[in-house]
């Protein structure tokens, strides 16, 4: 895929969750829609391989998700500076510049990203079991700082714990992000996805966090049998 398709679509992406969120409430759920109606079959099995790999295997991987995850950010980062700072038109230079500069900077400081990885999974954990619950949204920032700070206290604690986590989560994320989009593409359940989605709140959360937990018990196991891995 063209590299300047991606940061024109990370902009427009930036921009599409900041209307999200002024307009349509804190969850931005129609953004997360929007993604997984664009996915075509392809994308999706590709989506679904690609996050059961990182689901089963990331602890593996997670030097390489580390860097794409830090890169990612930079690049969203950027290309957001860039639009405050001089406009529209310097934003696919901007998400370049933060693309390489945190991409970088995410190898000599592996511990601390993925502490910082781990406390942002604990925050995307709790802030969806808030969600699901049904509490009031607008305070949903107070559910996600328990989890920022139980998942960064984590990461202090055992640091392949927040490695398991941020992967796991992540995983869980491109895997449900690719079947829901393949049961989109089927017309006997597209209805009922579109009503999950956006009318049960528990759905989402539940969707997410049980491949999460199911992961990391996996990794558990695998990183207890593999003598050779270290951070």
Known sequence: MNPLYILA????????????????GIVPIDLFWEQITSLSLPEALT???F???CLMYGWRLF?????????????????????????????????????????????????????????????VVTSGLWYAVELPEKYIWAGSLIGIVAGGMIAFIALKWAVMLFSCLGGSAILITGFLALFYLWPDTQLNV???????NWFLPVALIVPTAF?????????????????
């Open 194 to 200: 579109q009503r999950l989605v956006f009318e049960e």
């Open 47 to 49: 989506f679904i391989a």
């Open 215 to 231: 992961g990391f018990i996996l990794q558990h196991k695998f990183i207890k049998r593999s003598a050779e891995w270290r951070l």
């Open 63 to 123: 030097k390489t998700l580390v860097v794409i995850s830090f890169a990612l950010l930079g690049m969203a980062g950027g290309a957001l500076a860039a639009q405050k700072i001089s406009g529209s038109n310097h934003q696919i230079l901007g998400g370049i510049i933060g693309l390489v500069l945190i991409g970088a900077l995410a190898l000599p400081l592996m511990k601390w990203a993925v502490s910082i990885l781990g406390a942002l999974a604990g925050g």
């Open 51 to 53: 996050g059961a790999v």
């Open 9 to 24: 679509e990370t902009a427009q992406t930036t921009e599409t969750a900041q209307t999200a969120a002024q307009t349509e």
